[in-house]
């Protein structure tokens, strides 16, 4: 018999929820850090499917207190406050037909002539606020920060970028978080 350390093949880089195994290839499925990240009921099918009659499944998981965790739950916090009706990102979709406006002379007294626009741009400014206490409080800070500066790139933009440019970016940014969150 080969020595053990002859015998063990490491594959790393491979989706778990479609391993590129014959069914029943091994003996001892390992995965580290790995599995959880996965979708589960897909990457325990097929853990089942590769693994010999009688194989060992070992897992190693971040423990539910573990920091990884712990940054996992605050972003999620934060991106469902981020995404909450009504709050920053609403706020700043209402925001963006007035700076659209901003372009010209003529549109930016406009708006500075409008009281709705004043209102808007109060309401968004309260957000933006509220988002800089969160941050200074938030021991990970990272993910409202982040939206902090490109919620102000975009709206800095958008009188050069027009309106729906602006609306199209700020959906990106949605779908981004939207994406981190499922993560």
């Given at each position: 018999?080969?020595?053990?350390?002859?015998?063990?093949?490491?594959?790393?880089?491979?989706a778990a929820?479609?391993?590129?195994f014959a069914?029943?290839?091994?003996?001892?499925?390992?995965?580290?850090?790995?599995?959880?990240?996965?979708?589960?009921?897909?990457?325990?099918?097929?853990?089942?499917?590769?693994?010999?009659?009688?194989?060992?499944?070992?897992?190693?998981?971040?423990?539910?207190?573990?920091?990884?965790?712990?940054?996992?739950?605050?972003?999620?916090?934060?991106?469902?406050?981020?995404?909450?009706?009504?709050?920053?990102?609403?706020?700043?979709?209402?925001?963006?037909?007035?700076?659209?406006?901003?372009?010209?002379?003529?549109?930016?007294?406009?708006?500075?002539?409008?009281?709705?626009?004043?209102?808007?741009?109060?309401?968004?400014?309260?957000?933006?606020?509220?988002?800089?206490?969160?941050?200074?409080?938030?021991?990970?800070?990272?993910?409202?920060?982040?939206?902090?500066?490109?919620?102000?790139?975009?709206?800095?933009?958008?009188?050069?970028?027009?309106?729906?440019a602006a609306?199209?970016?700020?959906?990106?940014?949605?779908?981004?978080?939207?994406?981190?969150?499922?993560?």
């Amino acid at each position: 018999i080969p020595p053990v350390r002859e015998r063990l093949r490491v594959q790393g880089g491979i989706a778990a929820e479609a391993l590129p195994f014959a069914d029943h290839s091994f003996d001892l499925i390992v995965s580290q850090y790995g599995i959880e990240y996965s979708d589960l009921a897909r990457s325990a099918a097929e853990v089942v499917r590769v693994r010999k009659a009688g194989g060992t499944v070992a897992l190693v998981l971040h423990h539910r207190d573990s920091l990884p965790v712990q940054l996992g739950r605050a972003e999620v916090a934060h991106i469902d406050w981020l995404l909450a009706a009504g709050g920053l990102f609403d706020r700043a979709r209402r925001l963006v037909p007035f700076l659209a406006r901003l372009d010209t002379p003529a549109g930016a007294a406009s708006v500075q002539r409008d009281p709705e626009a004043t209102k808007v741009r109060t309401r968004f400014n309260e957000s933006m606020r509220a988002l800089e206490q969160r941050a200074q409080a938030e021991p990970a800070p990272d993910l409202l920060l982040e939206m902090q500066a490109a919620l102000g790139q975009v709206l800095g933009a958008t009188a050069q970028s027009g309106e729906r440019a602006a609306r199209e970016r700020l959906q990106s940014l949605v779908d981004g978080l939207g994406e981190a969150r499922l993560r």
